[in-house]
């Protein structure tokens, strides 16, 4: 029982960050039909930022993580409009091989700079962990920290999506971007404002893996991207609640796995429940399915 | 349509003589053992392209996952000419069968599924095969395959590639490869008009993944030394990158991509801090300036009215 719940406890808080980037990733795809490949650099980058304003500013952990989720919108914002934009009318696989290429340019650029070796997060969050049941389960602070962000940043695209006339417009372009834009909706005005959201989503994510396991790495966002994308896909890729179960599933699932002796076998794992789920249910746990005209 | 026209004789003439001339520039060493070792990568690069672009290109599904049938090929071929002590050529051709095989038992299920959903599933697919091969001690595991006869040689990778071009080329001119290119332009209607479409992309699916698995063996069977690693999502990227960067559903495009690619990365080796980066913005800038790939859907003609009349003769 006590080692259901300590799995539950890790589940989460892996599952935030898988959450965080689905989210991204979702709502991106939403919008443009792109598989966004260089959100989990985006990731990385933020992961990065938050590590130079703790280590060498010596900025708390809020500051850092505000600040590195500003930059990281800023980044998300420039890169669709240097890269995607251009080729928002030509065929999807184009596309898809510009964002892999910007993946690859921003990976690269940050090995240039910063080095290819692993760099140590400091420690901005006291250590202070709770046990409970008689010491069989230990609660850090790290997951409240995780969790707790994780669902007021939830909150907030929430209220953003549902409540605010820009979230309409977004809701609307995902709809019929055509319909929208002869609606008056500025269709490249709510483009760039998802990916800034996005962006600063993944940006958030980056800091709190940062927090979460102390170490960073340049190629540290390509295989938590790529499982971001299947936590995406897995919940239905398009809708927002559906990336938030896909990243909070696969995380516990990944977590369950390992528990159990097949640590080596969790990744294979993740990807086979996503062949699995994609063949009974296509469009994902939440998605709709959409009929296809002639 | 005769099979010894002006045409096809031109080009088989041509071939042989190309093969002649590097044969004897390779054994009298005028190219040396590394410039001997790029041509084989860009003949097993050929290889897995023009795969590709059979699935990709002409037949429109989406695969992220090629590599996986190369790892296939190359652990096949590795343990039936290492471990078994077979000769070459019964590699190379089970390695062929057994990653055809594979082909079709993961496309009857995945092909069903569109576009970047299938896209995610063979990306899916790829990392499963990796992650088992990684943890199959019998193969060497993560440690990797080790003592793998040499037997590629450039005769091999010709012979190889020009078999794999030829074929593809003969197979998308005939019934079935007409059938496939149907399914790429609206599989609604293609299907509307009899097309049993699940058959023709398992069937593409096979056939790529066909000579992916002989590229793989080819590989194998080359470099004495295989891991699961070295057949990864970003070799798949890599494949795929070719595929496009030559022009989606131009044989000749992906030849010519694998040849450019290749070349540039070559003269990259120089710079290696800046090599992906260069990488990067060369692959970016293609992209933006010419999105349909260097050739597009053309093919490349350089004896014009020969190619043409035999067309004619073909349609």
Redesign the interface.
Known sequence: MEQVIQQLINGISLGSIYALMALGYTMV?GII?L?NFAHGDIYMIGAYIGFALTTFLNLGFFPSLIISMAVTSLLGVVIEKI?YK??RK?????AL??A???S??L???M??FAGPQARTFPKVLKSKSISFLKGNVIMDIKNIYILMITLILMIALQCIVKKTKMGKAMRATSFDSEAAELMGINVDKVISFTFAIGSALAGAAGVLVGIYYNTINPLMG?LPG?KA??AA?LGG?GTIPGAVLGGFSLGMIETIVSANGGS??K??VA??I??IV??LK?NGLLGKSIK?K? | MKVFNKGNLLSISGLILFYIIFQILLSTGILDTYIELNIILICINIILAVGLNLI?GFTGQ?SLGHAAFMSIGAYTSAIITAKLGQPFFVGIILSGIISALAGIIIGI??L??????L???T???G??VK??A??IDYIGGAIGFNDIPQYTNWTWAFGMTVLAVVLIKNFLNSYQGRACIAIREDE??AEAMGINTTYYKVLAFAIGAFFAGIAGSLYANYFYFIKPDSFD?MKS?DI??IV?FGG?GSITGSIIGAIVLSVISLLLQSVS??R??I???I??GI??FR??GLMGNQEFKIFKKGVNANDSAKG
């Open positions: 795809y039909n598989i890269a251009p080729l030509s065929a999807r696989i184009t091989i510009t892999i290429s910007i690859l340019l990976e690269y650029t090995m240039y390509s790529l994308f299947v896909v890729i080596i076998y990744d294979a990807f086979l996503l062949i994609l063949l296509p296809e002639v | 990709t989406f299920p995945t069903r599924l569109r576009g970047d959903y896209a995610i599933a990306l899916g697919f990392e499963i992650i088992i990684l943890n609604i209607a999502f990227i795929l990158v496009v989606l801090d800046l992906m980066i990488y990067a913005l692959l970016f992209m933006l999105p349909t």
